[in-house]
């Protein structure tokens, strides 16, 4: 029946139709092909995970990121539609257990909950890439490229988002590269780090099949595409170079002398004889740090446990060893003479009508990771965890999931609760705020801390749990992208690593060194919105995502609507 129909029609549907997705070309598929696909997959997750700081290099090897996606678009290309799904769980699953293989340290589950998640997040996504080559056969590697912004913007949004190992994070050294981040967030430098890898993917991919195929033809029909990119390359570099040179030249409205705390507490310890141990280091360095006059001290993420406020409120004769370190961390504070910012876990009643404990003799207590300032004897201000770590700090679906929940119970974890505002602490007239751990790799916190007032980003953060360099490095690397967001310095506050001080051009200085104890003082430049206003990523946050977002949904359901309106416009002709 086909033979009869007009040849135009038959050339025309030939590939596209041949190509329809069909159950039947799973079996099709030869062993080699698809053990071919599979090694070059692995390979890939390998050796992308070797751009970032890890087990092979300390700082990474970012160029990396610009090359090792091509041989997986191939893939994408080469395969069918049944294994396409698969390999992206495969794909994704081996990426990140490269990539984070610190994540053993802190529970075995975890090791195998995060490669899953983010397995099952490049499934979905490696559909969408074969939709985007399929349907749009000539300019579909540019949709692949939106795709895979939309893709990076919507791992974060989600219940389990985790920004580690984003592509463009690789490139923090990069300083020409990366400026433009300050107007289009860190999707602008996605797009350009994927889009001649999907073009190249492709291009390289039908030479292999075809070996008529001309690349120099290729290039010279999707020249106006390869002008646009080469354009917005140079303009991206300019605009770079521009930022640096303004930026390193412009002077700060003051200096903020901060001094850091770092103490090196093994995260796994726990105990009053612990607490006390740890308090008495932190006051060590703080006592040596305030005879070089800093404007503050500063300690990082839970450095000081128990809870302040709680015990204060409830005290008892079963915590009376945690009273006494309390007020002991008191009178060491109201004697300070300077502002003293820790971390410290914020108890607070679920009841405040009753005491200690409910009627069913539960505690009556809500905890929240905190950073409190104390100044002038008391705690003038508190900050409380916005967005909590999935799975180990909060989990939201003990009733859709209760065999998921109970499995976590059983692994010793314990829930927080989530904070609502973006805090501004001030003293001296600088106006600060805290992104708590991780929070600072989500751009859409910072900015809101910056919007809000905020002239210095400050993280307090604790990596000693994960016992690896590599996992602090991966942490203080994606930092970089926030302070140039918004052009405004980050001090960070660690336990053991990486303290730092990060410059609106995204510049490291002094790092300490890691897993040692110690303090160092940061001579921080600051600049205010009075006379630095607001970048325009600050003001109108992930707008780029945003639009990748819709870009990719739409193009995707037109193309599906084509291909529709074509296969029954080809049934009508047989």
């Known amino acids: 029946m086909y033979a009869r129909l007009p040849s135009s029609i038959r050339m025309k549907n030939s590939i596209s ?137 919507l791992l974060e949004t989600w219940f389990a988002g985790y920004p580690y190992g984003t592509i463009c994070y690789a490139t923090w050294n990069m300083s020409y590269f990366i400026q433009s981040v300050d107007v289009f967030g860190i999707w602008g430098i996605i797009f350009l780090m994927v889009l001649p890898q999907s073009f190249l993917g492709s291009v390289l991919l039908d030479k292999i099949r075809n070996k008529g195929y001309s690349i120099k033809g290729a290039l010279r029909s999707n020249a106006v595409v390869i ?20 930026w390193r030249d412009r002077e700060p409205d003051m200096y903020w002398r901060v001094a850091t705390v770092q103490h090196n507490h093994d995260s796994w310890a726990g105990g009053l004889q612990t607490y006390r141990k740890n308090f008495n280091n932190l006051r060590r360095y703080t006592l040596e740090a305030v005879r070089e006059n800093p404007d503050i001290v500063i300690w990082s993420e839970t450095a000081f446990v128990p809870s302040i406020d709680w015990n ?53 207590r809500k905890d929240y990771n905190s950073v409190i300032l104390f100044d002038d004897g008391t705690i003038k201000t508190k900050y409380r965890k916005q967005h909590l770590v999935p799975f180990t700090e909060h989990f939201p679906y003990e009733k859709t999931l209760p065999w998921l929940y109970n499995i976590l119970l059983a692994n010793d974890y314990n829930w927080w609760e989530k904070g609502t505002e973006p805090v501004v602490f001030e003293t001296e007239g600088i106006r600060f705020s805290t992104p708590i751990c991780f929070e600072d790799v989500f751009g859409y916190l910072s900015a809101g801390f910056v ?124």
Request: aromatic content about 16%.
């Open 17 to 153: 139709f041949g190509r329809m997705i069909s159950l039947k070309t799973f079996s099709k598929r030869s062993l080699r092909t698809v053990c071919s696909e599979v090694f070059v997959l692995i390979l890939a997750s390998f050796v992308y995970s070797i751009a970032f700081p890890g087990f092979i290099s300390e700082n990474g090897i970012g160029i990396i990121a610009f090359l090792v996606l091509i041989p997986v678009f191939m893939v994408i290309r080469n395969t069918t539609w049944p294994w396409v799904g698969p390999y992206g769980f495969l794909f994704g699953f081996m990426y990140y257990l490269f990539f984070n293989y610190w994540l053993k340290t802190f529970h075995p589950l975890a090791i195998l909950l995060v490669p899953i998640i983010k397995g099952g997040e490049m499934f979905f996504l490696f559909y969408a890439l074969k939709g985007a080559d399929r349907l749009f056969k000539k300019y579909g590697y540019v949709l692949q490229a939106i795709i895979w912004v939309a893709y990076s913007y």
């Open 227 to 246: 002008a646009i990119y080469v354009v917005l390359m140079i303009a991206n570099l300019v605009y770079g170079a521009i930022r640096v040179s303004q």
């Open 312 to 364: 204060r409120a409830f005290p008892t004769a079963e915590n009376e060893g945690m009273n006494e370190l309390i007020d002991e961390f008191v009178d060491f504070a109201e004697t300070l003479g300077v502002p003293l910012l820790t971390g410290n876990a914020d108890g607070e009643a679920i009841d405040p009508e009753q005491g200690a404990y409910l009627e069913d003799g539960t505690l009556n």
């Open 451 to 574: 919007r809000n007032g905020a002239d210095v980003i400050v993280n307090m953060t604790n990596d000693n749990w994960s016992k690896s360099e590599a996992a602090a490095r991966q942490h203080e690397y994606i930092a970089v992208f926030r302070s140039i967001e918004n052009r405004k310095s980050t001090v960070r506050g660690t336990n053991s690593g990486m303290t730092c001080m990060i410059t609106p051009d995204g510049r490291i200085h002094e790092e300490m060194k890691p897993f040692t104890m110690g303090y160092h003082i940061y001579e921080v430049p600051v600049y205010t919105h009075e006379s630095y206003p607001n970048t325009f990523y600050t003001d109108c946050t992930d707008l780029f995502a945003h639009i990748a977002v819709w870009v990719s949904a739409a193009a995707l359901a037109l193309g599906l609507l084509l291909r529709v309106v074509r296969i029954r416009s080809w049934r009508k002709q047989q």
